[in-house]
């Protein structure tokens, strides 16, 4: 099969495709025939950072690197202890995360507790996008965040590919909907069902909301500190990026917030729930640009870029 190689760290020209052997499946996998894979940040973060690698991806000596975690396809192989998926089903899901998925590949092993049927209501490009994005929103307004109705929540860089899930997700279950983004997302955004918009380019959040129970930030530095003083006391915030240690737990400590600092894992369960709000139409995948498989190191570099609206996808 073909696969996409990471020779070592460092830039996209480290991307390199080659030909090697299918993967062999354990006893609770299955084999998918991949037809779309979705490219996240995190993806660009480890391709450019040795030490994750060693500490995350668990590979074995000797092994390939091999990224990715997002993927959707068909079943073509089935575990021995497998007996709630067969042969020909299409499904998704984050795969191994966090660990050695090695998605990019014409075939993908994939244990059946990270897998959800896809909708056959949509793509395999919605459904490879609607992956780890998705998920980690998921699992930050719904596992941690508790979301309910009636919660006003304020969610950054809305118009991103964790942000748009975020959006519908929050508003899904009833909440009231801040997104921030650049003047260019307002329409974007809005179009989503948020119920306000702040362009951070020309207003601070934190001087228009200080009530907010629900706070999901994913910006880097000390942009936390900001999302502290815009939740109400008591209130909620997930982060992505940053921890919660010295002045940033200081200041949580001294609002009475539950802080988070989310690490998104593969999660069957979470993503057949992902997988109900795709069918009725509750969530939607805004996918920017599609790649082909051997354009992975161009999307890369369009991710990396960090002006992404929605996702972008890899189609075989």
């Known amino acids: 099969m073909k696969a996409i190689i990471l020779t070592e760290n460092g830039g996209t020209d480290k991307l390199i495709l080659k030909e090697i052997d299918k993967p062999v499946i354990k006893a ?7 037809r779309s894979i979705g490219i996240n940040p995190v993806d660009g973060f480890v391709r450019q950072n040795e030490v994750y690698v060693k500490r995350k991806l668990l590979i074995e000596p000797g092994e390939q690197m091999i990224l990715g975690w997002d993927v959707s396809g068909t079943v073509v192989e089935v575990g021995d202890d497998v007996t709630d998926l067969k042969v020909g089903d299409d499904v998704f899901g984050m795969v191994k995360f966090p660990g050695h998925a090695k998605a990019y590949a014409e075939y993908v092993a994939a244990p059946v507790s990270h897998l959800a049927i896809k909708p056959a209501s949509i793509s395999h490009n919605e459904a490879a996008a609607a992956s780890l994005a998705a998920l980690t929103a998921w699992q930050a307004l719904v596992t941690y965040a508790k979301v309910k109705p009636g919660d006003k929540v304020l969610i950054h860089s809305a118009a991103g590919g964790v942000g748009h899930y975020a959006v519908q997700i929050a508003k899904h279950f009833g909440a009231y909907v801040i997104g921030t983004g650049s003047a260019t997302s307002k329409d974007f955004i809005l179009a989503l069902s948020a119920d306000d918009f702040i362009d951070y380019s020309k207003e601070k959040f934190e001087e228009k909301v200080q009530d907010a129970d629900v706070i999901l930030d994913g910006i880097p530095g000390d942009h936390i500190l900001r999302s502290l003083d815009a939740v109400k006391r008591g209130g909620r915030v997930i982060s992505l990026l940053a921890f919660f240690e010295g002045k940033n737990a200081e200041k949580a400590e001294s609002k009475e917030v539950q802080a988070y600092r989310l690490a998104v894992e593969s999660n069957g369960e979470d993503m057949k729930q992902i997988a109900k709000l795709l069918e009725n139409g ?9 790649f082909s498989f051997e354009d992975i190191p161009a999307a890369h570099e369009k991710v990396d870029a960090g002006k992404t609206r929605g996702k972008i996808v890899v189609e075989l």
């Not at 609770?28 to 991949?34: P, Q, S």
């Not at 509750?282 to 599609?290: F, G, N, Q």
Request: aromatic content about 0%; glycine content about 0%.
């Open 282 to 290: 509750s969530l939607r995948s805004h996918i920017s640009d599609v």
């Open 28 to 34: 609770d996998e299955v084999l998918i025939k991949t």
